[in-house]
């Protein structure tokens, strides 16, 4: 009786203690950029029986017993303890895991990868299909880093995803290379509407990006990922303007863009080295270990090596591979090897 009655007594002081209480937390499917003590990632909560899309905030603190999984929504109950003289720099309230309610995978996440713009402001784009550093306006999506990049028909762009909704979506401020091309009428076409994009919906393999009121601005058709595509040997046709006319002695490239690394022979010697930087527009070459061979005609072996540091994209068309340098000049062209 006695044991029963102090139990009792417990759970009445508890129950009662203002410092302690239960609370349902949403935890959002990716983590953002925030700033704590210094630059961090933070998981996004919302407190509530239900989501609000715009009420997000940044979570500076850790649940205790919560192991997050990212690609998921949480639906969590959560124990708050308030906290007597806590460090000025840390939280005043414990947060500790009473129980996982709810765990979804987060549909948003369909929008990840390579897509290819088909439409702008309702018009067909009539261009040759190519990925990489091409002509068709293409759109790199990945929310774990909540970043976008692409092409824009002539200049490659990147930046952050500042807002993501079930239907809603913004960029941050966009970073664009300034190169001019002959023609700038779809690019400056395809930049004026992607910087009004707020919302998205998605119709079977067609990504639709809309303004506020639910115009049509951009359609998208998912790609193949040009990093992917990349992964091959590849033979030069055209080195720094020059046709390789003995396709027995053309340089080759065999690209593994899984590994990052890349062998192959200039034509005369076998080189080998590493990838320093890969995306879908973007090539850079490590400085590549090369053989010391001499053979009678070194005109294409000595231009490939010379052309190669200056490599900074690509693209891919069909069974083509360029290679330009930083002001979009070809350097060099292969074609899949059989």
Known sequence: MKNLLFIGIVLFFTACNPAQKDTIIWVNSYRVDCVGVGPMKCILVQKGETIE???WQNFYSKIVGFEYEPGYIYKLKVKEEQIENAPADASSIKYTLVEVLEKKEDKKLVLNGSWDAVKINGATIKLPLTRGAGV??????DIAKMQVSGIDNCNNFTGTIS???????EWGPLAVTQKMCPDMAIADAFNKALNAVKKYRLENNTLIFTDEAGTGLLEFKKGTEAKILLN???VAEIVD???VDDQSKAPRLEINSTSM???GTDGCNSLSGKIASLS???LVFAP?????KMCLDMTIPDKFNEVIPKVKSYKIDSLKLTLFDEQGKVLVVLKKAD
Request: proline residues 3%; negative net charge; charged residues 20%.
């Open 241 to 243: 303007g020059t046709a």
């Open 163 to 169: 807002k993501l909704g079930e239907s809603t979506i």
């Open 53 to 55: 899309e715009s009420q």
């Open 232 to 234: 091959d040997i590849w």
């Open 136 to 141: 068709i306006p293409q759109l790199h999506i």
């Open 280 to 282: 879908n527009t973007d």
């Open 288 to 292: 590549l270990a090369v053989t010391r």
């Open 261 to 263: 690394e890349v062998h």
